[in-house]
T-cell receptor
């Protein structure tokens, strides 16, 4: 069965809307989750590392005020795309790491389309 | 220079063919190496980890060359169902984020 779930699986919204994406670790508690973004025909690019109970660590070039991450529990991290614009349209994927096995489990992804 | 580079392809092969993908990484501190498979509009799924001694899983063989900083994936007896994008990924220590290549697209035809 799935180890990581994401909700919603797809969303279409108007420019200026804020969109919240949830990532849940179903099988184990995760102190760390990762958020990636993938544009068409591009690689998955790490956006930020979400840490339970503390601030997320953002990669260079990713605006922390635009992409709000909240990791309030050991099984849930949320990514909010604030005031979304068409250039934010992308495939957003979270992952959970089981560090003892160095294996990452990916959520099914959220396809965001901003009109 | 990108951290992880792959030939994007596409590789178009007939069923039964053997195909090999290479991936190079720039950071010699990379510790762990993986091949993922990604189907269209889906999340990546782990195909196999890559170990220093090389490893095989059925029709798939992965190899690591630390001196030259590249990893390879060999697929034997290609099936139609192998059509997908193959991503290589590295990280620096267990539990840290993965750095992905752009992926190599494979199309297997009958």
């Amino acid at each position: 069965g799935a180890v990581v779930s994401q909700h919603p699986s797809w969303v279409i919204c108007k420019s200026g809307t804020s969109v919240k994406i949830e990532c849940r670790s179903l099988d184990f508690q995760a102190t760390t989750m990762f958020w990636y973004r993938q544009f068409p025909k591009q690689s998955l690019m790490l956006m930020a590392t979400s840490n339970e109970g503390s601030k997320a660590t953002y990669e260079q070039g990713v605006e922390k005020d635009k992409f709000l991450i909240n990791h309030a529990s050991l099984t849930l991290s949320t990514l909010t795309v604030t005031s979304a614009h068409p250039e934010d349209s992308s495939f957003y994927i979270c992952s959970v790491s089981r560090s003892s096995y160095n294996e990452q489990f990916f959520g099914p992804g959220t396809r965001l389309t901003v009109l | 220079r990108k951290e992880v580079e792959q030939d994007p392809g596409p590789f178009n092969v007939p069923e039964g063919a053997t195909v090999a993908f290479n991936c190079t990484y720039s950071n010699s501190a990379s510790q762990s190496f993986f091949w993922y498979r990604q189907d269209c509009r889906k999340e990546p799924k782990l195909l196999m980890s890559v170990y220093s001694s090389g490893n095989e899983d059925g029709r798939f063989t992965a190899q690591l060359n630390r001196a030259s900083q590249y990893i390879s994936l060999l697929i034997r007896d290609s099936k139609l169902s192998d059509s997908a994008t193959y991503l290589c990924a590295v990280n620096f220590q267990a539990g840290t984020a993965l750095i992905f290549g752009k992926g190599t697209t494979l199309s297997v035809s009958s």
